[in-house]
């Protein structure tokens, strides 16, 4: 059997892991979540705001979990939200404390990349993102439609 599918799995779920631990640790250090750190980033790189849909998009995170995380950040004063009709049409902006945190959230994200990105020569840093990028329109391919894939589990 082909190990791929299994290494790439197990390498993935260690990869977030630590992502996770990451972001968990330094996030907490200035009272926040690891939850905030993409919105924050997100946001910080559009000046202009973002609207729920666009966040959704960008963060790659389930619409639940922007709204918890956007109804959080709103709270603590550091998102503004300019409300129109309903909450998907409302377009979020940091405040001036939310770009203080985000600018202090964007060096530390610098640097963690910078550590991890030692030792790896930038073009195969570059051909590892575009092969990563191609490996998951891949597979969002076959979730979209697992018949063919699961075929031979079908009982004759």
């Known amino acids: 059997m082909n190990d791929r599918f299994i290494r790439l799995s197990i390498s993935l779920a260690r990869l977030q892991k630590v992502i996770q631990r990451i ?21 910080a790189a559009a000046p202009e705001g973002l609207r729920f849909s666009e966040l959704t998009e960008r963060c ?9 995380v956007l109804a959080e ?35 530390v994200v610098a640097d963690v990349e910078r550590r991890a990105d030692e030792g790896i020569d930038p073009d195969d840093l570059a051909t590892f993102y575009k092969v990563l990028d191609q490996l998951t329109r891949n597979l969002e391919a076959v979730d979209a439609d697992p018949a063919e894939a699961f075929e031979p589990l079908e009982i004759q």
């Open 23 to 43: 972001k968990a640790s330094g996030m907490s250090r200035i009272e926040l979540k690891a939850g905030h750190t993409l919105v924050l980033c997100r946001l």
């Open 60 to 68: 790659g995170l389930d619409p639940a979990m922007i709204s918890r």
């Open 73 to 107: 950040l709103v709270r603590s004063g550091l998102v503004e939200k300019r409300a129109e009709s309903g909450k998907y049409n409302a377009l979020y902006l940091l405040t001036n404390a939310g770009h203080d945190r985000a600018a202090r959230v964007g060096a």
